[in-house]
DNA sequence: TTTTAATGATAGCAATACTATTATATTAAA
DNA sequence: TTTAATATAATAGTATTGCTATCATTAAAA
């Protein structure tokens, strides 16, 4: 199945809404391609204008400049990590089993049922475990708080602690959690594939279910 | 007390050692000093030559680029935790005694008994929770990791770890939980400063007792 | 005292991150 | 259908960054 999503995204993020042109979902689409395959520091606006066979000055109009291209990202990633919760957990009342349903949406961040047309899911998956962090740690992180560009990670982070609260009301910090959960998905998934000392996992295959497990095995551990 | 401490990091850090100079010392200390006030981002070798009455040229012959830089700073930071943990464990036979020994050095990363000449471990330690991941995510991990420029990393996971074991032989994820550990902790502080919504320490002040009685939290679900 | 090593001074170059201007399509409104 | 508005392309240009090369000067070692 494919649908067409639209997520409604901080205005703040963009000069000119990429979904609502074929250049805009072009830049969009490609910049994932191109972040993917050679990096963000290595990214920049000309080798994308290239890329599409548009121009520099074409994709300012859409984009301030790449780091709020790449925060862009990021929040369309943090939406779609919270339309799959909430897709997959429609009808699941055991708070349980919710939270596993979290689980896997942030280590494997797709589902076979669902697909999207122009972003790659799982290219921004691998962009997110790579150079998300990096959309955050910046020094305009108060003035860009402030004006909202962090919403949908604090809405996943509060989603994901009310979650853990149900299962487990009296446990003291279930923000620190929930946002730890995401981080350390991330985290974890990385070191697999490049630090692997620093981590159990060492699976060249089948990471994602490891870390799936392994995620569980501490919540179990936190949370009973 | 002061004490002279000479970290032995991994020369493919730098071209020259800059510990052994006047100049390459003045680099070190300018270099925390000037990251911490602009950030990693807009932190160059022209302004930080101009600084320390210097030149691009000059730091050029210490460090390749400024990321090498970056990473060697971090490195040094891992290399001052892990003698910090040896430091404050002397004696102490005491497993959990050990990890809470941990959890204190993590967070605080100072102590009041310890202080270095050129180093202002406290504004490096704001810099490892500000930018510290991008040291390691980079395109170049594969590389550089080959060449042992994370070594650290891995032998501070690896002491954690194995006071993890030593506390409970039955875990069984004790480097992803050390990782984590020194992850979770600088992430959190991050949090606790920037985005509140996101951790559930709230306090302007004490973040790090409160952040240090958390991780307790959390570690004697784990492991007990 | 001569040689060597470290630093400083200066210059320059290619790439990056933007901005500005004008031209040309495309679309929508009158 | 014409006109007006809008989106994109083409081109140019500027300031900054990241880095290299060269040569002069100073300080330290042999």
Known sequence: MSVKIKFDLNAGLYIKDPQDSILGRKIIQFSVEMIH?????????????AEINSTEASIYRYFENKHLLLLYLV?????WIIYLIQFNT????????????????????T????????????????????????????VEVDKENSI???????????????I??????????????ASNLYEMSNNQLYFAN???????????????????????????????
């Open 111 to 138: 589902t076979e049922n669902l697909m999207v047309e122009f972003i790659n899911v799982n290219k921004l998956h691998k962009i997110v475990v790579f150079e998300g962090t990096k959309a955050y740690h910046t």
């Open 37 to 49: 395959a050679i990096g963000f520091e290595s990214f920049n606006f000309k080798k994308l204008a």
């Open 164 to 177: 853990i609260t149900s299962v487990n009301p009296e446990f003291k910090y279930p923000s620190t959690l």
């Open 148 to 162: 909202g560009l962090f919403k949908s990670y604090k809405d996943l982070t509060a989603m994901i602690a009310s």
């Open 90 to 109: 429609v009808n699941v009342v055991d708070a349980k089993e919710k939270l596993k349903i979290v689980v896997h949406s942030l280590v494997f961040a």
């Open 194 to 224: 490049y630090l692997p000392k620093l981590t159990d996992i060492h699976l060249k295959t089948n990471q994602e279910t490891e870390v799936e497990k392994m995620l569980n095995y501490f919540l179990n551990k936190l949370l009973n």
């Open 75 to 79: 929040n369309w990633y943090w939406e």
